[in-house]
């Protein structure tokens, strides 16, 4: 089955790092991403990470992954109030051109 | 301008009275899709296609019809539109729909059925 899940808050302190969730269960998932959302816009592609990988840095963001326990995650470093929006991460798989998206974490970054 | 555009970006209209709601992309991408999304359930994608003449379902298309003549549209149609339609519409679109290729989002259409 294909189902991606996340927690709907998280509330950090500027400079601190955020560490956002995700969990799937469809184990043939061949590539998986996180995107970004900020108010009254469209989904903006962070990073995505292959499923052979194990982690992936990519300047303030790391994305790791346990195959294992199907958990992504993403940690952003030095989190600034520009970060402020809503994360999704989103999986395809092999055999369709078909994403799925979770539900989404809203990131709040206090001053 | 590389840009997905979308239109109209709001409307309200009431149960039954069909309805279009159009996308442009003009990066000659190859692969379009829709999506809506509600609150607590994220993005679900709706309807797909890899190029002219060629759509698939997405996880949820009961409602929904679309066409792909062109290869820079890709309408989304609602024939009989009904109150749990409301939400927010994404269009996209990416290169040729390799799993490596970003996708490009238009701005969203919020629709709200009365």
């Known amino acids: 089955g294909e189902d991606v899940e996340q927690s709907l808050f998280l509330s950090v302190r500027e400079g601190d790092s955020s560490v956002i969730n995700c969990t799937y269960t469809d184990s043939s998932s061949t590539y998986l991403y996180w995107y970004k959302q900020e108010p009254g816009a469209g989904l903006q592609l962070l990073t995505y990470i292959f499923s052979n990988m194990d982690m992936k840095q990519d300047q303030r963001l790391t994305v790791l992954l346990n195959k294992k326990d199907k958990h992504l995650s993403l940690r952003i470093a030095d989190t600034q109030t520009g970060d402020s929006a809503i994360y999704f991460c989103?999986?395809?798989?092999?055999?369709?051109?078909?994403?799925?998206f979770g539900t989404g974490t809203r990131l709040k970054v206090l001053a | 301008e590389a840009q997905v555009t979308q239109n109209p970006r709001y409307l309200i209209t009431v149960t039954g009275k069909k309805l279009t709601v159009t996308c442009s992309q003009n990066?000659?991408?190859?692969?379009m899709s829709w999506y809506r999304q509600d609150p607590g359930l994220g993005l679900r994608q709706i309807y797909y296609s890899m190029n002219v003449e060629v759509t698939d379902k997405g996880d949820v298309p009961e409602g929904y019809k679309v066409s792909r003549k062109e290869k820079r549209n890709f309408p989304l149609i609602l024939e009989s539109p009904s109150p749990n339609q409301t939400s927010l519409y994404f269009c996209?679109?990416?290169?040729?729909?390799?799993?490596?290729?970003?996708?490009?989002f238009g701005p969203g259409t919020r629709l709200l059925v009365l």
């Open positions: 990066m000659n991408h190859e692969y």
């Open positions: 996209a679109s990416s290169a040729r729909g390799g799993r490596t290729e970003t996708q490009y």
């Open positions: 989103a999986e395809t798989y092999a055999g369709t051109y078909k994403y799925i």
